[in-house]
């Protein structure tokens, strides 16, 4: 789930969610190898892979413009991995990341349909909670669900 809601996400953690939701249900997570390439090529310099490896087990932090690459080639908003947010980013922060947690869980067990409008961070939380009772599509690869949620 996210962090309790008077304590920021941690990179390891943004880090670690962006992995596990950029790649589609038939492909393995990219590699932070192959992130440090992808980097390197968007940001014109090598990328070390093993800073890649030391922000994503919590012992390494990385430079803002690495960051907002990772955000831009990833797909989410440029604020997801802000190392020192203030209360309203750190909102938007844990709904993104809420947003990232639900669509991973739903593309791992085959749901082809998901409507979130106007969701919360706490709408999304009780999507994720039913998604992730689902089985995960590797056991039910012909079995697929359709859930939805709208929010006033």
Same mark, same amino acid.
């Given at each position: 789930m996210t962090a309790p809601d008077d304590q920021p996400l941690t990179l390891q953690h943004k880090l670690n969610r962006l992995f596990a939701y950029f790649h589609s249900a038939t492909e393995t997570e990219l590699s932070s190898g192959a992130l440090a390439?992808?980097? /390197?090529?968007?940001? /014109? *310099?090598e990328i070390s892979t093993s800073d890649i490896l030391c922000a994503r087990s919590g012992s390494g932090s990385l430079p803002a413009d690495v960051c907002d690459a990772v955000c831009s080639l990833m797909g989410v908003a440029?604020?997801?991995? $802000? =190392?020192? =947010? +203030?209360?309203?980013? +750190?909102?938007?922060i844990k709904h993104e990341d $809420? *947003?990232?947690h639900l669509w991973s869980a739903a593309r +791992?067990?085959?749901v082809e /349909?998901?409507?979130a409008r106007n969701a919360t961070e706490d709408d999304l939380e009780v999507l994720i @909670? $039913? @998604?992730?009772?689902?089985p995960l599509l590797a056991d039910t690869p012909t079995r697929p669900h359709h859930l939805s949620v709208v929010a006033n």
């Open positions: 390439f992808l980097l /390197g090529n968007k940001l /014109g *310099r440029d604020f997801y991995l $802000a =190392p020192s =947010p +203030d209360d309203k980013t +750190d909102s938007l $809420a *947003r990232l +791992d067990r085959g /349909g998901l409507i @909670v $039913a @998604v992730e009772q689902l």
